[in-house]
């Protein structure tokens, strides 16, 4: 069990379905002071961690006393999760903060994790929070977001955070202990514990609709966010919730196994992203670049092309193209500040600077 270790995983994303935290007496404080808990021993370990957590429309429905536990309408739904959410946030502050530990929310749509530049800005708040030991509390933005933008389930919301956060590991929470071949409740289900890749035969196995009736998620959308996590060289695990200390606790669960990350990160920029410039760096710089680190201004000596924030571009040095990656600005602000040094940005610019012009996060050496 790998992922269970801490050394193992050096940021980790938890996600906790709505059942796991609420129920007909509302929210359930006994069980989210043990989960608290492991964050906080996990923490002090040295992991990073964030949560993504549901339960937003569940707690809102019950405090509406609305039908269907708020899922009747869309309209329903939102008012329900902008309900429960200020609740919901509440607790985890609360519960969070008795282990020392300081919660940050941040509410997130399909758009914003989706959009390059806005996956710039998400990734970019999740890096410094996690840097600072904050433990992010995440859920869908469900009060505004329609149902074209939505991802209308917390499961690949998951796994794109993960994707945004740099995070290697996912652990999804729910009321069932991993992927059986079949529905879990017929006779002869067999639990399946490794999953090395995600075929035709193992999406069958989803069953759709969760138990609790409370969440929208259910195993397909399960397999679906280890779908996109495995893709993006990060490990899931679907392990139940129903036990005390579920981050402490070896439980049975299932894992799927991560195509290589260095292959699924490059895959990614590569394929899904046509250079639209070409930043041109000096031996220093291509030599830091080498060395894994990101590309500062300083070393930067020419600016190609007309690309925006958030857009792919080469990286040259001298010898010719060594990386590609994102860039933190569009070519014009790029521009101005090459070769300058990084104190200098704020003023050039007139607004607070980026940490570099294309962070080491969002790159891969060619
Ligand atoms: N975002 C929804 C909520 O907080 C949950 C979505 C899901 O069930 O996965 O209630």
Request: hydrophobic share 50%.
């Amino acid at each position: 069990m790998p992922l269970f270790a801490p050394a193992d995983c050096p940021r980790l994303i938890v996600k906790i379905g709505s059942a796991l935290l609420v129920d007909a007496d509302g929210v359930r404080r006994d069980w989210l002071t043990g989960i608290a808990a492991d964050i906080a021993d996990r923490v002090r370990a040295g992991q990073q961690v964030a949560v993504v957590s549901s339960g937003a429309i569940a707690l809102g429905a019950r405090r509406l006393g609305l039908a269907k536990g708020g899922r009747a309408s869309l309209e329903d739904a939102q008012a329900a999760a902008a309900t429960g959410q200020i609740a919901l946030s509440q607790v985890w502050a609360e519960v969070l903060g008795a282990q020392g530990l300081t919660a940050a929310q941040m509410l997130v749509t399909l758009d914003d994790l989706e959009d390059r530049r806005r996956y710039l800005n998400a990734s970019a708040t999740l890096d410094r929070l996690l840097a600072l030991n904050v433990v992010p509390v995440i859920n869908e933005n469900d009060s505004v977001a329609t149902a074209e933008i939505r991802f209308g389930d917390n499961d690949r919301l998951a796994a794109r955070v993960a994707q945004a956060a740099g995070a290697t590991g996912i652990i999804l929470l729910s009321d069932i202990d991993g992927l059986y071949d079949r529905n879990p409740d017929l006779p002869g289900a067999m639990h399946i514990a490794r999953v090395e890749r995600i075929d035709a035969a193992i999406a069958a196995m989803a069953d759709r609709g969760s138990a609790s009736g409370m969440g929208s998620g259910g195993m397909v959308s399960k397999i679906e966010a280890a779908r996109i996590a495995c893709g993006a060289g990060v490990a899931l695990v679907i392990a139940s919730g129903r036990v005390d200390r579920p981050l402490s606790t070896a439980a049975r669960h299932t894992l799927f196994v991560p195509e290589k990350r260095a292959r699924a990160r490059k895959a990614w920029l590569a394929g899904r992203l046509t250079a639209r410039g070409t930043i041109v760096v000096d031996a220093g710089a291509a030599q830091a670049l080498a060395a894994g680190r990101s590309l500062l201004a300083a070393g930067a000596i020419a600016v190609h092309g007309a690309f925006f924030r958030g857009d792919a571009v080469t990286i040259e040095g001298p010898a010719g193209p060594i990386a590609r990656g994102l860039s933190e600005y569009d070519a014009r602000e790029a521009l101005k500040l090459l070769g300058r040094r990084s104190e200098e940005h704020g003023e050039i610019l007139g607004y607070a600077p980026r940490s570099a012009l294309v962070h080491r996060s969002h790159m891969v050496l060619l």
